[in-house]
């Protein structure tokens, strides 16, 4: 299975500021996924970051409120942007690897905003 | 879109076995992954299902689907401490496709 890292591990924000999650992988990988897990709740899925192009995003989510960027094949990054406590959640990326595309997710990076 | 169900809460002994359980609406779903959740932790993937089978074991795990009744569920053997977690169920219409998760079940272990 493909290990996932992501930083920040968590912080605390002041609303109305940006944060940029970063999620590297050790291997090339197709596909990465960027999900949202707020408190007491299951996983949403924002967005798929596609690389080389733009990132095809989820019902409820748009491009401006929360960008990403995928460089190459083992690195992504999922900015929140103009944060309200609402946004204070955890954000897991994830990536689909092996021979059968099983989704693998790194250790999240869990965001309160003040 | 699916629906992915699951009961919030289980408790069990330790020793004794866990049973899981998720419905899901979408016949389409191909894959049917379980995936584990400590606190404070990221998700643990411990075992997935093709459509095409109705079961499959995995040490302690065993994964069972009703495609008839969109059923699924996962039963744990000799449940230990350790097995304390969130469990989520999550589908999939196609391998590197979006997952859809269930609602999670907090498993408890008492001693």
């Known amino acids: 299975s493909a290990v996932i890292s992501q930083k920040p591990s968590r912080d605390i924000c002041q609303r109305g500021t940006s944060l940029t999650i970063q999620c590297q992988v050790d291997?090339?990988?197709?596909?990465m996924f960027w999900y949202r897990q707020q408190p007491g709740q299951s996983l949403t899925l924002i967005a798929t970051a596609n690389q080389g192009s733009e990132a095809t995003y989820e019902s409820g989510f748009v491009i401006d409120k929360f960008p990403i960027s995928r460089p190459n094949l083992t690195f992504s990054t999922l900015t929140v942007s103009n944060m309200s406590p609402e946004d204070s959640s955890i954000y897991l990326c994830s990536v689909a690897g092996g021979p059968e595309e099983t989704q693998y997710f790194g250790p999240g990076t869990r965001l309160l905003v003040l | 879109g699916e629906d992915v169900e699951q009961s919030l809460f289980l408790s069990v002994r330790e020793g004794d076995s866990s049973v899981i359980n998720c419905t899901y609406t979408?016949?389409?779903?191909?894959?049917l992954y379980w995936y584990k959740q400590e606190p404070g932790a990221g998700l643990q993937l411990l075992t997935y299902?093709?459509?095409?089978?109705d079961m499959k074991q995995d040490q302690r795990l065993t994964v069972l689907l009703n495609k008839k009744d969109k059923h699924l569920s996962l039963r744990i053997a000799d449940t230990q401490t350790g097995d304390s977690a969130i469990y989520f169920c999550a589908g999939a219409g196609g391998t590197a496709s979006k997952l859809t998760f269930g609602t999670g079940t907090r498993l408890q272990v008492t001693l």
């Open positions: 299902i093709f459509s095409n089978m």
């Open positions: 291997s090339q990988v197709t596909m």
């Open positions: 979408d016949s389409s779903s191909t894959y």
